[in-house]
């Protein structure tokens, strides 16, 4: 049975009243991150050479892209104001924190992939053994029980019973031990978020250097080099723009959370604040999928041949001269058996 003050929280202070433009950006996100991450897991499950440390954290990089693909209907439907009241505590309790744990476990894949790339380049005899796949997947494992050992205890502790009304926040469903650990699990949150980004920044920024002092050479291994300093640069900026500005308004946002700050203008403003960046954040469902483009070789292959016009293929010695002119022209292709072949279209 709904009350009068449907539209009012506990304290009189209502917030999100403002959420339905929102759900337009997510719809879009959802369709472009489904898309995007189902042609990713096509790509994997058929490539032959997924057996790389890099193919390993970028599959982890996926199964976290599809959790967050499964919790975004939900928060569509909680947000505009469509959802029945079993579903908003179903959205409170699962699969808002489905999009934490999609979101942390990006981030620590993220960190990896910058840190493996790194470790590519450098091609250090003694940090060899943390390149193979073994210690790729024993670190993937430690990831997911670090994240749902910080996240599941919010899906775990009983919540209150409230009466039904249109507007509610997840908030409000929070018991006091649910809103401790929510603070506790917002400094955790946060630390994790600070490592992987500095473990971000400073692989990517030795990788820079490295190809920035790699600059001499023939016409194309500096074009080659500027490509990857660009593809570089690119992934570095996407992931600040993504997650930096969450983090910046997560914890003045818990604060209101937990009555530490009461004033009503206050709480509205941060509620937006955090809506609009976690919205940044859920964004990087969108660029994951052209990061397996430029980082895995197996996945580019496999989506390159998917869109490659068919046509007669014709098999070519190794000549240097044959092989300049050929790539000139755009109808190289490079066969399993190491030979070289034109693609007519």
Same mark, same amino acid.
């Given at each position: 049975m709904k009350t009068n003050s449907s539209s009012e929280s506990v304290d @009189? =202070?209502? /917030?999100?009243?403002?959420? $339905? !433009?929102f759900t337009v950006l %997510? @719809?879009?996100i959802f369709l472009t991150g489904l898309i995007g991450s189902l042609l990713a897991l096509w790509a994997f499950v058929r490539?032959?050479? +997924?057996?790389? =440390?890099m193919n390993v954290y970028l599959i982890n990089l996926l199964i976290s892209d599809f959790l967050l693909t499964l919790a975004l209907p939900f928060k569509i439907a909680v947000d505009l104001e469509v959802a029945p009241w079993r579903l908003k505590i179903f959205h409170c309790q699962v699969s808002a924190v489905l999009i934490y744990i999609s979101m942390y476990a990006s #981030? #620590?894949? *993220? +960190?990896?992939?910058s840190a493996d790339r790194y470790l590519q380049i450098t091609q250090s005899s003694r940090l060899y053994r943390i390149q193979e796949v073994g210690f790729a997947r024993m670190m993937s494992a430690v990831v997911w029980t670090l994240v749902l050992f910080v996240m599941v205890p919010n899906m775990a502790i009983p919540i209150k019973d409230i009466p039904e009304k249109e507007l509610v926040t997840c908030a409000e469903f929070k018991q006091k031990l649910g *809103?401790?650990?929510?603070?506790? &699990?917002?400094?955790?949150c946060m630390a994790i978020f600070l490592n992987a980004s500095a473990a971000v920044l400073v692989s990517n920024g030795f990788v820079l250097k490295r190809l920035w002092g790699s600059r001499g050479g023939s016409e194309q291994e500096r074009a080659s080099s500027r490509q990857a300093t660009r593809? #570089?640069?690119? /992934?570095? *900026? +996407? %992931?600040? /723009? =993504?997650?930096? !500005? %969450?983090? @910046?308004?997560? &914890? !003045? %946002?818990?604060? &209101?959370?937990?009555?530490?700050?009461?004033? =009503?203008? $206050?709480?509205?403003?941060?509620?937006?604040?955090?809506?609009?960046t976690i919205l940044l954040a859920v964004m990087h469902l969108c660029f994951d999928p052209i990061l397996y483009f430029y980082l895995s070789h197996s996945f580019r292959q496999r989506v390159t041949e998917a869109f490659k016009p068919r046509g007669n293929t014709y098999t070519l010695a190794q000549g240097p001269m044959q092989a300049e002119q050929l790539l000139a022209e755009g109808g190289i292709q490079v066969q399993d058996s190491g030979e070289l072949a034109v693609q007519n279209s």
């Open positions: @009189g =202070c209502t /917030v999100n009243d403002q959420m $339905v !433009p %997510y @719809g879009f490539s032959r050479n +997924a057996k790389k =440390c #981030i #620590i894949f *993220l +960190a990896f992939v *809103l401790h650990w929510h603070m506790l &699990t917002n400094f955790l593809n #570089i640069a690119v /992934v570095t *900026l +996407a %992931y600040m /723009v =993504c997650f930096v !500005p %969450y983090h @910046g308004v997560r &914890t !003045p %946002y818990v604060l &209101t959370q937990n009555q530490i700050i009461t004033s =009503c203008p $206050v709480k509205r403003h941060l509620f937006l604040a955090k809506e609009s």
